[in-house]
């Protein structure tokens, strides 16, 4: 929960763990706002996952709720 500082108010923020997988499985999905190079790259040629992407999405949503914007931004903006 996030607390909105003009109001003092708490606003719920939900998580999609839909594309979840397992260390070493195979990468089918990814938030692209939130996901690794790394990622990406292991994805397109059928590699395992890794601890570290977890910790890259993990700062990703920190700078996002430190920040107030997307870390990779430029792949959503047209």
Known sequence: MLADLKSGKLRAKLSD????????????????CYAPGDQVISGLKGLGSHESMDVYAFGATIYEMLTGKMLNFSITEK
Not at 17 to 32: C, D, M, N
């Open 17 to 32: 763990l839909g594309s979840v997988t397992r260390v070493g499985e195979k990468v089918v999905h990814a938030t692209p």
